[in-house]
């Protein structure tokens, strides 16, 4: 069973536009990760986010998690071809074991 | 630099062998690692958490008699398909929990196997 839905599935954009993928759970998770990943390669981390409400930016790149521990989002602005990729969230459920969240494949059109 | 490797990085085998793939923490020691299976344009999805010094604990639908994991030592866990076929070609990826001076786990990820089954 996945816990952690994510959405929308797929997205092609233009460059410069702006998107948003979300990533929610019926559970309360303690951390939740993002990650971006390339074909043939493992996942690579973006960011972490541990308290509920808060909010990382990393460059062109906003996370939130939200109030509750149970959501969080991902922002990016004026997107560009080199964001294209799997973005994963991904964090430990009560029970200690790692899970995905189902994975959004962007693509972004030069 | 790389801090959990797979070995090795893609291996191509005739239906009804067995393959056998390690996934090292490079310079911590992980009691717990995690096996993940992905499919083309899909996401990881866990397979079963591997536990030092005790058996692996296995995923719903996930065959552990097919799947065999073997974590020897604190920087090493191994997974084993056995009687490989088509449709176990996948591409496995291991990933290794590090505690930070934060508290929080990290996730370290290797970089992946590709199995190809003939």
């Known amino acids: 069973t996945q816990l952690l839905e994510q959405s929308p599935q797929f997205l092609s954009i233009q460059e410069g536009e702006n998107l948003t993928v979300y990533c929610n759970s019926s559970s309360v998770f303690s951390s939740l990760q993002w990650y971006r990943q390339e074909p043939g390669e493992g996942p690579v981390l973006l960011v972490t986010v541990v308290t509920g409400g808060e909010v990382k930016k990393l460059k062109r790149l906003t996370f939130q998690f939200g109030d509750a521990r149970k959501d969080s989002s991902l922002h990016i602005t004026a997107a560009q071809p080199g964001d294209t990729g799997l973005y994963l969230c991904a964090g430990p459920p009560p029970a200690y074991k790692y899970i995905f969240g189902t994975g959004t494949r962007l693509k972004v059109l030069a | ?118």
């Open chain 2, 1 to 118: 630099g790389a801090v959990v490797s797979q070995h090795p990085s893609w291996v191509i085998c005739k239906s009804g062998t067995s393959v056998k793939i390690e996934c090292r923490s490079l310079d911590f020691q992980a009691t717990t690692m995690f096996w993940y299976r992905q499919f083309p344009k899909q996401s990881l999805m866990l397979m079963a958490t591997s536990n030092e010094g005790s058996k692996a604990t296995y995923e719903q639908g996930v065959e552990k008699d097919k799947f065999l994991i073997n974590h020897a030592s604190l920087t090493l866990s191994t997974l084993t398909v056995t009687s490989a076929h088509p449709e176990d070609s996948s591409f496995y990826i291991c990933s290794a929990p590090r505690e930070l001076a934060e508290s929080t786990d990290t996730q370290y990820f290797g970089p992946g196997t590709r199995l190809t089954v003939l």
